[in-house]
């Protein structure tokens, strides 16, 4: 089937489904392969619980005419995907760097969604699957889509902008992730700015952040962007208070290193006509969520929760602002940042020697990185397990204090919350 007669196919049935536990009535099953599955194997099981058609690859689990026989279902997929977004011809904003462009995705959709019907990449669904299940979400009243792409190599960037073909574009930054995958900083850097190099090739408009020598570098040449306003930064401790257009901007952000991301929406809304009372409401309402520098107050201690992900970047930011905060006792319980490679051992030691230096009382390093870590300081406390931790931690008294939860996702360090 090819793929104009399967998109009359998905406008009379608009949900796509990947996941059998998560089928809806009459909706498109999509039968991917992973490293540990193979959706025709489900096939079955999705129309008998209500998808309408099921979209596989394996000749053999077709039993009858509600299966659709393609030569790839997830090449399939993202072709249906880019048809899609080409049939409703609208405008489609990329955002991809290294840290803050979930938050900053975030933002920028309050913001514009003031003006305009949007729909943005939902969580980080923001691969070579979530992509193009954000782009079929979008229908004919959508305006504006704004499409989070996320990326651990080289050409990543450069496949996901062939799929959304976007219009618009914004690198939040280039920092120390990935590195496993990239190599070298040098690496991140020349991935995240294949989304630059697609948009230069395509004569379409670059959103740039005039203080980031890096992302100015790349575009060395290039006539078609549009620079931040004039923004300033009032104050971040803890929330960050921005000043736009003689408008004070209050806003639930902790730390500078959200400004940036502020900046961005900011811009981003000035650039497709949003009021600036509008900007304002909108980021001072936007509540940061999904463990993303999440203020939680239990009892008598305060803790930001920022246990969504972490690289050394993102980690020397946290503590910077961590740093800075005003509070009678600081703990930090920093874990492990994954996907480092062969920069692992030398990026968590640095982190450990750079959070001695600071002005937090104790610090907890979890993980098997940061237990190996060499160096004995009295305020620092090495777990090589998360139990570890929760021993360390209920043979301490962590009353009346100010806490700040950083690691990898993988470690799951939102668990500290049952403990403390």
Do not use: W
Not at 66 to 84: C, G
Not at 93 to 106: D, F, R, V
Not at 294 to 315: E, F, G, V
């Amino acid at each position: 089937m090819n793929i104009k007669v399967l998109h009359k196919l998905f406008l009379k049935h608009p949900t796509v489904c990947t996941d059998t536990r998560k089928i809806t009535k009459d909706c498109l099953f999509f039968a991917l392969k992973g490293d540990n599955f193979n959706g025709n194997t489900f096939a079955k099981d999705a129309l008998t619980s209500g998808a309408k058609y099921a979209i596989v690859d394996e000749k053999e689990v077709i039993l009858d005419d509600n299966y659709i026989l393609v030569e790839d279902a997830l090449k399939t997929l993202q072709e249906l995907a880019t048809y899609h977004r080409n049939y409703l011809d609208l405008k489609i904003i990329a955002l991809t760097g290294s840290n803050g462009k979930t938050t900053t995705k975030e933002l920028i959709n309050f913001v514009l969604k003031k003006k305009y019907h949007t729909v943005a990449t939902i969580g980080n669904l923001n691969n070579h699957i979530g992509v193009p299940l954000t782009l079929l979400s979008m229908d004919y009243t959508t305006e504006i889509g704004i499409v989070e792409m996320g990326a651990n190599h080289l050409k990543e960037i450069e496949f996901l902008c062939t799929i959304a073909q976007p219009d618009y574009g914004y690198i939040t930054n280039f920092g120390k992730a990935h590195l496993e995958g990239f190599g070298s900083i040098e690496g991140v850097i020349e991935g995240k700015s294949e989304l630059y190099n697609y948009l230069k090739d395509n004569g379409k408009l670059i959103f740039a952040n005039p203080n980031d020598s890096t992302q100015l570098k790349q575009l060395e040449g290039y006539n078609n962007t549009y620079t931040f306003c004039n923004i300033d930064l009032v104050k971040s401790n803890p929330f960050v208070v921005a000043k736009y257009d003689n408008t004070l901007i209050t806003s639930q952000l902790i730390g500078a290193y959200n400004f940036n991301n502020i900046s961005a929406a900011i811009t981003i809304g000035k650039y497709f006509e949003v009021p600036t009372n509008e900007i304002k409401d909108a980021l001072e309402n936007y509540t940061p969520e999904n463990n993303r520098s999440q203020i939680i107050n239990k009892d008598s201690t305060q803790i930001i929760l920022d246990a969504y992900n972490a690289n050394p970047t993102s980690m020397k930011a946290a503590l910077d602002n961590f740093n800075q905060i005003d509070a009678k006792h600081k703990t930090a319980i920093l874990g492990d940042m994954f996907e480092l490679g062969k920069d692992a051992e030398i990026e968590h030691q640095h982190i450990a020697n750079y959070s001695n230096n600071l002005n937090i009382d104790e610090i907890f390093l979890v993980g098997e990185n940061f237990y190996n870590t060499k160096f004995k300081s009295p305020k620092v406390i090495l777990c090589k397990t998360f139990d570890d931790l929760k021993t360390e931690i209920g043979s301490s008294k962590l009353e009346s204090i100010t806490v700040l939860i950083k690691g990898s996702r993988g470690m799951a360090l939102e668990r500290v919350l049952e403990i403390l």
